[in-house]
């Protein structure tokens, strides 16, 4: 089984400046995706950026970035220039990789970390 | 636009009531699925479904029980309400295979007093 571990579960940080989000899981496979999602107050699940296990270079979006270690096992993310529209709950997940057309993998998320941007 | 709808925002039930809480896709997704959210535990998988009529035990299926007759909807049945299954409750919907891409309703909070 599967376990994602956020040891944070609460961070603020000022407008416009960088934080990173730490996320760690465990896992015996070897091809898999890691996720975080955002979730602000409107509640809506929101995907910020994926990782394929495969891939060695690191994902990113726009402001937001991964720092992904396989050997430790580590997912961090990183949101550079912080904005107020940043505050949310943000969750890591983990998927293994799966071929069954009939089969519908799941994710496993870990506790969350409640981000707060400060004005 | 893509979406999942889950029918009530917030609900307030009785303990030992019978409690459906009812999603609808319009992405004609195989795949469903509900979670509920816990603060501090993030998010738990109850049940899935990955056709019309076929499910599968999530990590935490106890207490739970779920409906799939139309390819577009997807209950998840309390069968006696308890205060323990007080939570956020978010259904989600993806494509075979491509479960990396889930589209996930705005939640139903229940509360069972």
């Known amino acids: 089984a599967q376990t994602v571990t956020q040891s944070q579960p609460e961070m603020s940080v000022q407008e416009a400046e960088t934080v990173t989000l730490s996320c760690t899981y465990d896992?015996?496979?070897?091809?898999?995706?890691l996720f975080w999602y955002k979730q602000p107050p409107s509640r809506q699940m929101i995907l910020v950026i994926r990782?394929?296990?495969?891939?060695?270079q690191n994902a990113t979006e726009n402001r937001f970035s991964v720092n992904f270690q396989k050997a430790a096992k580590s997912f961090s993310l990183k949101i550079s220039d912080s904005q107020l529209g940043d505050t949310a709950m943000y969750f890591c997940?983990?998927?293994?990789?799966?071929?069954?057309?009939?089969?519908?993998?799941?994710?496993?998320f870990g506790e969350g970390t409640q981000l707060t941007v400060n004005p | 636009d893509v979406k999942v709808t889950q029918s009530s925002r917030y609900l307030v039930k009785r303990t030992g009531e019978k409690v459906f809480l009812e999603c609808v896709q319009d992405?004609?997704?195989?795949?469903m699925f509900w979670y509920r959210q816990d603060p501090g535990l993030g998010l738990r998988l109850i049940y899935f479904?990955?056709?019309?009529?076929?499910?599968e035990k999530g990590d935490i299926p106890e207490g739970y029980s779920v409906s799939r007759e139309k390819k577009e909807r997807f209950s998840l049945i309390l069968e006696s309400a308890s205060t323990n299954q007080t939570s956020m409750y978010l259904c989600?919907?993806?494509?075979?295979?491509?479960?990396?891409?889930?589209?996930f309703g705005s939640g139903t909070q229940l509360s069972v007093l």
């Open positions: 997940a983990f998927m293994k990789h799966v071929w069954a057309e009939t089969s519908g993998s799941r994710l496993t």
């Open positions: 992405m004609d997704h195989e795949n």
């Open positions: 479904s990955y056709d019309v009529k076929m499910k």
């Open positions: 990782q394929e296990a495969y891939k060695q």
């Open positions: 989600a919907s993806s494509r075979p295979r491509r479960t990396e891409k889930l589209f």
């Open positions: 896992t015996s496979e070897s091809n898999y995706y």
